[in-house]
Nanobody, 129 residues
């Protein structure tokens, strides 16, 4: 039913940029919060940021402001702009979705992978030195 498909990953040199896309279908896009996560080999899946209502975006402080999330409701697509990439950014990048209704519930932790019902298959980003 609901599908999230990431694209835009690939091989890039350190210092370069990439823009990832997450195309959503099977849901009312404007009613869902969209988040980005990443997972490096042997590491836990890490929260990157979340965008909902088209007016609020929160990011993990560990990313030092290099990443930016945006959303295009007409295209039912969310983006992750990544600048000044480093080898440490090498990972599989995932998008995730959750309804606005659930996001507003008491105790909902937007940084936890357990709180998201829908996930994409991921796209590989490899940053060379």
């Amino acid at each position: 039913q609901v599908q999230l498909v990431e694209s835009g990953g690939g091989l890039v040199q350190a210092g370069g940029s990439l823009r990832l896309s997450c195309a959503a279908s099977g849901l009312t896009f404007s009613n869902y919060a969209m988040a980005w996560f990443r997972q490096a080999p042997g590491k836990e899946r890490e929260f990157i940021g979340i965008l909902w209502m088209g007016v609020s975006t929160l990011y993990s402080g560990s990313l030092e402001g290099r990443f930016t999330i945006s959303r295009d409701n007409a295209k039912t697509t969310v983006y992750l702009q990544m600048n000044n990439l480093k080898p440490e950014d090498t990972a599989v990048y995932y998008c995730a979705a959750e309804s606005q209704r659930d996001v507003l519930k008491t105790g909902w932790d937007f940084r936890s992978i357990r709180e998201y019902h829908y996930w994409g298959q991921g796209t590989q980003v490899t940053v060379s030195s």
